[in-house]
């Protein structure tokens, strides 16, 4: 595994004051049942998951590993159709763009990392999510627990499965060192 990595608390806490922050505050100052705080709150879960998710990406380790049969639930799921659409938008460059110029770790191996990240990343989004949409339910705001819920599977699962989708494609990879020459 290498050598572990000591971080500061600092990006852990303001990233949960963050998240927590707007999902209190929007609560009472937009109300959970308008699609205006759904999309606050959101917004608010993926700065707090690109807080907190460098911190905790070594943990658990083996929730990377993807099965094979991943990728055609995935497909079927759309999330290859979303992958192709955000090429065209150019929001992946972006994001290669700024993996290749936060990662130390050349070439494949530090793109793989970015994508642990990431994935990281958003499962703490999809959490809060759930318990934000448990939240709602809770207190009779069924439309905006479904608002919450479309706007988080949206910014997150789909996000989740993509990077699965590449990670899969990059580990699957035959080299050439597979193919026997005769």
């Known amino acids: 595994m290498g050598a572990e990595q000591v971080t500061s608390p600092t990006p852990v806490v303001a990233g ?3 998240g927590i922050g707007l999902a209190g505050a929007g609560w009472f100052a937009i109300g959970p049942g308008h699609v205006v705080y759904a ?16 911190s905790l990406v070594d943990i ?27 090429d065209v ?11 290749q110029a936060k990662n130390e770790e050349p070439g494949t191996s530090g793109f793989l990392r970015g994508t642990e990240q990431s994935e ?9 999510t759930g318990l934000l949409v448990l939240i709602a339910t809770v207190t009779s705001h069924p439309a905006g627990a479904l608002q919450i819920l479309l ?7 789909y996000p989740i499965m993509i990077q699965r989708l590449v990670r899969f494609r990059l580990t699957q990879r035959p080299t050439r060192s597979n193919y026997v020459e005769r």
């Open 16 to 18: 949960f004051l963050v």
């Open 151 to 157: 706007i988080g599977v949206l910014l997150h699962v």
């Open 60 to 86: 658990a380790r083996s929730r990377y590993r993807v099965r094979s049969f991943e990728p055609r639930i995935y497909t079927l799921l759309g999330a290859e159709a979303v992958r192709r659409a955000l």
């Open 120 to 128: 990281t990343g958003h499962l703490l989004g999809v959490a809060a």
């Open 89 to 99: 938008v150019g929001w992946n460059r972006v994001i290669k763009n700024m993996r």
């Open 39 to 54: 999309v606050v709150v959101q917004g608010g879960f993926l700065f707090m998951a690109l807080l907190i998710g460098p």
